[in-house]
Nanobody, 122 residues
Framework: VQLVESGGGLVQPGGSLRLSCAAS????????MSWIRQAPGKERELVAL????????DYADSVKGRFTISRDNAKNTVYLQMNSLKPEDTAVYYC????????????????WGQGTQVTVSS
């Protein structure tokens, strides 16, 4: 199993970034996917979650209306579009996979990527 994130970087407040996560080694369409972030000195936070079909999504209150999670099952890829970025969005963003959405919510998904750094600063 491999999850490879890309698209992180440095962006000014108010800017946008699109993260991608390419998955391999498992049947992508039957797994729910999530983006989880961790900032220095802070607890891990489930940012966004999407079901296997993409029909169900959920977001942390801190990002609702600004972030959008989506997936392309033909490409085995999940995305996180981040708009109106704020300095408090600065964190390492991890892509994760699990067949159970409950495990994502518990912070215990089966598979994790290596993470990509997002820094929001002027």
């Amino acid at each position: 199993v491999q999850l490879v994130e890309s698209g992180g970087g440095l962006v000014q407040p108010g800017g946008s970034l699109r993260l991608s996560c390419a998955a391999s080694g498992f049947t992508f369409s039957v797994y729910s996917m999530s983006w989880i972030r961790q900032a220095p000195g802070k607890e891990r936070e489930l940012v966004a979650l999407i079901s296997g079909t993409g029909g169900i999504t959920d977001y942390a209150d801190s990002v609702k209306g600004r972030f959008t999670i989506s997936r392309d099952n033909a490409k085995n890829t999940v995305y996180l579009q981040m708009n109106s970025l704020k300095p408090e969005d600065t964190a390492v963003y991890y892509c994760s996979a699990d067949r159970s959405t409950l495990n994502h919510r518990r912070g215990r998904p089966d598979y994790w990527g290596q993470g990509t750094q997002v820094t929001v600063s002027s």
